[in-house]
């Protein structure tokens, strides 16, 4: 059950925020995660606008920026569900527009189905099968411009051990990109903050001309996550 209660910043100098009753067949924690849900800003503006989840407007603050997406690109999105970074890389390179000049191409692959966007073709398949990268390369037409991941690990409530794993998804997802970009594509990955990230970054450094962290404002203040840019791919395949 949730309460409306009174905040600082509405009407009078003060708005109205939801407080969640824990109910009896709902964890302390799942009843916390709802209330930062109800109240959480970007949740609300991603239903008046139309994204398909909050993390567009991560990508979109982090491209605004950057200008990583550009009309006429072939994107990959890793771990696309539900869906919302696709979304927003499909406006971008106009995925979603008639033939003609300036038509990108969006591709997701996730092990889950995701609800059909515009502009955007999904491959149900384990980005790690071994056929991965040529499939998505021929779903593509040719090598990809960008590969982006917004993917996070399942956690098990350990820090250390959440850690490790959201860096070997990482390094995983960089691997991949690896097979699938063409020379001066880029790849915009999730971190979270912490030690252990170094030899990743050492990779990325080697075969990519610029490296940088990336916090955007869309992401929750108290989240420990953050991104890495790698800029300028330096191909080494054959």
Same mark, same amino acid.
């Given at each position: 059950?949730?309460?409306?209660?009174?905040?600082?910043? /509405?009407?009078? $100098?003060?708005?109205?925020?939801?407080?969640?009753?824990?109910?009896?067949?709902?964890?302390?924690?799942?009843? %916390?995660?709802?209330?930062?849900?109800?109240?959480?800003?970007?949740?609300?503006?991603?239903?008046?606008?139309?994204?398909?989840?909050?993390?567009?407007?991560?990508?979109? &603050?982090?491209?605004?920026?950057?200008?990583?997406?550009?009309? $006429?690109?072939?994107?990959?999105?890793?771990?696309?569900?539900?869906?919302?970074?696709?979304?927003?890389?499909?406006?971008?390179?106009?995925?979603?527009? $008639?033939?003609?000049?300036?038509?990108?191409?969006?591709?997701?692959?996730?092990?889950?189905?995701?609800?059909?966007?515009? /502009?955007?073709?999904?491959?149900?398949?384990?980005?790690?099968?071994?056929?991965?990268?040529?499939?998505?390369?021929?779903?593509?037409?040719? &090598?990809?411009?960008?590969?982006?991941?917004?993917?996070?690990?399942?956690?098990?409530?350990?820090?250390?051990?959440?850690?490790?794993?959201?860096?070997?998804?990482?390094?995983?997802?960089?691997?991949?990109? /690896?097979?699938?970009?063409?020379?001066?594509?880029?790849?915009?990955?999730?971190?979270?903050?912490?030690? &252990?990230?170094?030899? %990743?970054?050492?990779?990325?450094?080697?075969?990519?001309?610029?490296?940088?962290?990336?916090?955007?404002?869309?992401?929750?203040?108290?989240?420990? &996550?953050?991104?890495?840019?790698?800029?300028?791919?330096?191909?080494?395949?054959?």
């Amino acid at each position: 059950m949730a309460k409306a209660t009174k905040g600082p910043g /509405g009407p009078g $100098g003060r708005e109205l925020k939801t407080r969640v009753k824990t109910a009896r067949k709902r964890t302390l924690s799942s009843t %916390l995660w709802l209330q930062r849900q109800l109240n959480d800003p970007y949740v609300a503006r991603a239903k008046r606008e139309g994204w398909r989840s909050r993390a567009a407007f991560k990508l979109l &603050e982090i491209d605004e920026k950057h200008h990583l997406l550009q009309p $006429g690109q072939r994107i990959v999105d890793l771990g696309a569900a539900p869906g919302g970074w696709s979304q927003a890389a499909a406006k971008k390179v106009r995925s979603a527009e $008639g033939k003609g000049q300036g038509k990108g191409k969006v591709v997701g692959i996730d092990l889950l189905d995701v609800e059909p966007i515009a /502009g955007v073709d999904f491959a149900v398949q384990d980005f790690l099968a071994p056929e991965a990268p040529e499939r998505l390369k021929a779903m593509l037409g040719g &090598e990809a411009d960008g590969v982006i991941s917004d993917m996070a690990a399942n956690t098990t409530g350990h820090k250390k051990t959440d850690h490790l794993r959201i860096i070997h998804l990482a390094e995983l997802a960089a691997a991949f990109a /690896g097979e699938v970009l063409k020379p001066g594509g880029f790849f915009l990955c999730k971190l979270f903050q912490g030690g &252990e990230t170094g030899e %990743l970054v050492t990779q990325l450094k080697r075969d990519y001309a610029l490296v940088r962290h990336i916090k955007p404002g869309a992401s929750r203040a108290d989240s420990a &996550e953050l991104y890495v840019l790698a800029t300028g791919f330096r191909a080494s395949r054959p």
